[in-house]
C-alpha cells in the first residue's frame, strides 16, 4: 500500500530562514498524523506544502505515489480546513459547503442535495441559508469541515483548526474530529501548536523545531521516551538536566529527562533510597492547578526544577523559601539519545 | 481642569455633542446649505420677456429641461460618456490594483501607490490642456500612430460617426480618453482598499476546493471587490456627469450638462435652468446606486 503521503528532503526556505530544512517523512493511509511545534517551527509551512500554496524549493512532495511537487492546489486530492475559517462571505452557508462541486461543474440538483448531506454529517442543516457572518465560531468550524470534505479527499489538512475556540467546545471537538476520521477513513494531517491536542488525538506526532523534525513516534512513547531535550520540554515539559549536574545525579555524562509528575518532594533531612536520584533546594514559587500543583525549586548550583505534586495537606509543611529534598525513581530518568538540533 | 474632564467622561452625550457641533455648522451650512440654495432655485422660473426670476413654485424648468430635445441630447450625451468611462476605468482598475494588491512587493507597491497618485497632485487645468497637445492633429500621440505604420487605423477610427472627428482632440473618443485618464486613480484607489480586505486565506481556499485562478477571480475575488467597484465608479461616473471642462477643452462641439449649468447660471442667468440641470446627476447617480444595490454590489460589505 503506498504512502497517502510522502516528502522526500523538502526544504523551503525564506530569504535567510529555512522554513522546512531537508524534512523526509511519511504519512500512511488512514492515519490521524499531527505536526506540532512552535510558531514558527516549519509545521504550517510543511502543511501548505501538501496543499501546494507553497512550492518546495528543493525536494519532492508525493500524494498517493504520484510526485505532485509542481501541482497546483486545485488538482491537488486534498483539502484544508483553514485556521481562520476562509468561508466565502458572500455566500449563504450551503453555496459555501458546495463551492467544491460547484466548480467542478456539478449540476445544480446534485450539489444542493450534496451539501446539505454534509451540513447534516456536522448537524447543521438548518443553518443552510444563513451567511458565515451569523454563525458561531463553533459553527463556522463546523462549515469549514463540511466544506472541505463534500469533495471526498484522501487528505484532509487541518491547520489550528480548534485555536480560535473555548476550551470546552475544543474539547468536544476533538472527540467529533477523532470520530469523523474513524468513520471516513480519510488520513488526517492536523497542525498545532498544544501537544495536549496531538498526543490526545494523533495516531503518529511529528515534532518540528526550526524546520526540522526532532522526533516522529506514537504520542505515549513521544511523552514517555523523549529523544531530544527539545521534545521532553515541548511535549512533556520535563525537565531536563545536562552536564555537571546529571553526571553527579546519574554517574554518567549524557542529559536526561525527569518529567515533572514524576518528582516527589521530600524534607531535606528524609532517608533516601539507593534506588533513586535526589538532589536539594530552594522552592521559588508555587502554582496551585486545582487537582495538583506546580513547584519550582532553584537548586544552589542555579538550575530549576519544575515538580507536578497532587494536592494534599501533606505539602503544607513546605513554603516558599523552604528548603526541600526532590526525589525521583532512576527509571524515571529517560536518556535524551537523539544529538540536539540547533 | 480634572473636573472638567470628569464632568464630561460622566456625560459621553454631552461630550459628543460638543465636539461635533463645529463640524456640524461647517458641513451643514457650507457644504449642504449652499447645495440646498442652489437646489431650490429649480423649482422657480424664468421669465422669457424681463430675464427676472420669477419666485413661484413650479415644475416649469424640470419640464423644460426633460422634454426639450436639444436637452435630453446633452443628458443623454453626457450619461453615454459616464457610463463608457466608469466601464473603462473599472476595466484598467481593476487589474492594476490586484496586482498592487495581491502580487506586488511592498516596495513596488509602494511604488504603485504613488505612481497611482501621483498625476493627482498636479494641476488639473494642466493636464487638460496637456492632453489637448497630446491628443492634437500634429500631436505626440498621431506621430506615434505615424512611426508605427498605424496612421491609417487611426484615420479609420477618426471616420466612425459619433466617436470620431478631425483630429483626436477634437472627437468624442479623445474626450473619452482624458477622462479616463482623469478618473483612473478614484477608481484604483476603492478597488484596491476592497481588494485589500480579501484574506489571502479565502483565495486559497477557493483554490484548494478545486477552482481554477479564472473561477476563483469571477467568483470570490470579483464579487468581494464589488463594493470597491461601486464605490469608485460612484466616483467616475459622478465626476464625468458633473464635469465642464474637459469638454470645453478637448473633443467634439457637443454640450455637456455641466457645460450647460455653466453657461446657464453665467452667461445666460438662468439659475433655475442651471439649478434643475445640476439635479440631473444626482438623480441618475440614485438610479445607478439602486441598481448597483439591486445587482447586490454592497452584499459583501
Not at chain 1, 23 to 33: P, R, W
Not at chain 1, 313 to 338: C, H, I, K, M, Q
Not at chain 2, 100 to 119: D, I, K, N, S
Request: proline content about 5%.
Amino acid at each position: 500500500m503506498t504512502a497517502a503521503i510522502e516528502f522526500r528532503d523538502v526544504s523551503r526556505v525564506y530569504g535567510e530562514v529555512r522554513a522546512v530544512d531537508r524534512v523526509s517523512l511519511t504519512v500512511e493511509a488512514g492515519e490521524f498524523f499531527a505536526m506540532l511545534g512552535p510558531s514558527g517551527s516549519g509545521k504550517t509551512t510543511c502543511l501548505r506544502l501538501i496543499a501546494g500554496f507553497e512550492t518546495p524549493d528543493s525536494g519532492s512532495v508525493l500524494l498517493n505515489g504520484r510526485d505532485v511537487t509542481d501541482d497546483p492546489p486545485y488538482v491537488r486530492d486534498v483539502n484544508t480546513v483553514f485556521q481562520d475559517y476562509a468561508l466565502f462571505p458572500h455566500m449563504s452557508v450551503l453555496e459555501n459547503v458546495a463551492y467544491g462541486p460547484r466548480v467542478r461543474g456539478q449540476r445544480k440538483e446534485d450539489w444542493q442535495r450534496r451539501a446539505l448531506e454534509m451540513l447534516e454529517l456536522v448537524q447543521l442543516g438548518h443553518f443552510a441559508e444563513r451567511r458565515p457572518s451569523q454563525l458561531s465560531g463553533g459553527q463556522r468550524q463546523r462549515v469549514s469541515l463540511a466544506r472541505a470534505l463534500i469533495n471526498q479527499p484522501r487528505v484532509l489538512l487541518l491547520d489550528e483548526p480548534l485555536g480560535a475556540l473555548d476550551l470546552k467546545l475544543r474539547e468536544e471537538m476533538q472527540i467529533e474530529l477523532k470520530n469523523l476520521q474513524r468513520r471516513l477513513g480519510i488520513t488526517f494531517v492536523f497542525v498545532t501548536h498544544d501537544q495536549g491536542e496531538a498526543l490526545s488525538m494523533a495516531d503518529r506526532v511529528a515534532v518540528f523545531n526550526h524546520g526540522r523534525i526532532e522526533q516522529l513516534d506514537t504520542p505515549r512513547a513521544l511523552y514517555t521516551r523523549p529523544a531530544t531535550a527539545f521534545v521532553a520540554r515541548f511535549v512533556g515539559s520535563a525537565n531536563v538536566v545536562a552536564g555537571e549536574l546529571a553526571q553527579r545525579l546519574s554517574g554518567r555524562a549524557e542529559p536526561f529527562a525527569v518529567r515533572a509528575e514524576n518528582i516527589r518532594l521530600r524534607a531535606p533531612a528524609a532517608p533516601v533510597n539507593g534506588d533513586t536520584m535526589s538532589c536539594i533546594g530552594d522552592v521559588a514559587d508555587v502554582q496551585y492547578h486545582g487537582a495538583m500543583s506546580r513547584w519550582q525549586v532553584r537548586l544552589e548550583s542555579g538550575e530549576v526544577f519544575a515538580a507536578a505534586v497532587p494536592d494534599t495537606n501533606s505539602n503544607d509543611e513546605f513554603r516558599v523559601g523552604a528548603r526541600v529534598r526532590l526525589e525521583w525513581a532512576r527509571g524515571d530518568a529517560v536518556p535524551l539519545t537523539a544529538a540536539e538540533s540547533s | 481642569m480634572t473636573a472638567l474632564s470628569t464632568f464630561l467622561y460622566r456625560r459621553p452625550a454631552l461630550y459628543v455633542t460638543l465636539l461635533l457641533i463645529p463640524p456640524l455648522l461647517w458641513f451643514g451650512t457650507v457644504y449642504l446649505g449652499s447645495l440646498f440654495a442652489l437646489l431650490a432655485q429649480s423649482i422657480y422660473s424664468i421669465d422669457e420677456f424681463t430675464a427676472k426670476v420669477v419666485y413661484e413654485p413650479t415644475l416649469a424648468t424640470y419640464k423644460q429641461v426633460i422634454t426639450q430635445a436639444a436637452n435630453v441630447d446633452i443628458i443623454l450625451r453626457t450619461l453615454s460618456m459616464a457610463v463608457a468611462v466608469t466601464i473603462a476605468c473599472a476595466a484598467i482598475a481593476l487589474p492594476i490594483a490586484n496586482y498592487m494588491v495581491r502580487y506586488a512587493a511592498p516596495r513596488t507597491r509602494a511604488l504603485f501607490y504613488v505612481g497611482v497618485m501621483l498625476p493627482m497632485w498636479m494641476s488639473y487645468l494642466v493636464k487638460v490642456y496637456a492632453w489637448r497637445l497630446i491628443l492634437a492633429k500634429q500631436g505626440i500621440l498621431s506621430w506615434l500612430f505615424d512611426t508605427l505604420g498605424l496612421g491609417a487605423a487611426l484615420e479609420a477610427l477618426l471616420r466612425v460617426p459619433g466617436i470620431g472627428g478631425p483630429s483626436l482632440s477634437a472627437s468624442y473618443l479623445g474626450m473619452f480618453i482624458v477622462f479616463v485618464y482623469m478618473w483612473l486613480p478614484f477608481m484604483i484607489l476603492p478597488l484596491a482598499a476592497a481588494l485589500e480586505k480579501v484574506p489571502e486565506s479565502l483565495l486559497q481556499a477557493s483554490a484548494d476546493l478545486g477552482a481554477r485562478p479564472a473561477q476563483t477571480f469571477r467568483t470570490v475575488t470579483l464579487p468581494l471587490a464589488l463594493p470597491g467597484l461601486a464605490a469608485g465608479s460612484v466616483f467616475t461616473f459622478s465626476l464625468t456627469l458633473g464635469d465642464y471642462i474637459i469638454p470645453s477643452v478637448v473633443g467634439a462641439p457637443g454640450y455637456f450638462i455641466g457645460m450647460m449649468v455653466y453657461a446657464q447660471q453665467g452667461t445666460a442667468g438662468n439659475i433655475p435652468l442651471a439649478a434643475a440641470f445640476s439635479v440631473v446627476p444626482i438623480v441618475l447617480i440614485m438610479i445607478y446606486l439602486t441598481l448597483a444595490k439591486r445587482a447586490g454590489a454592497f452584499d459583501a460589505l
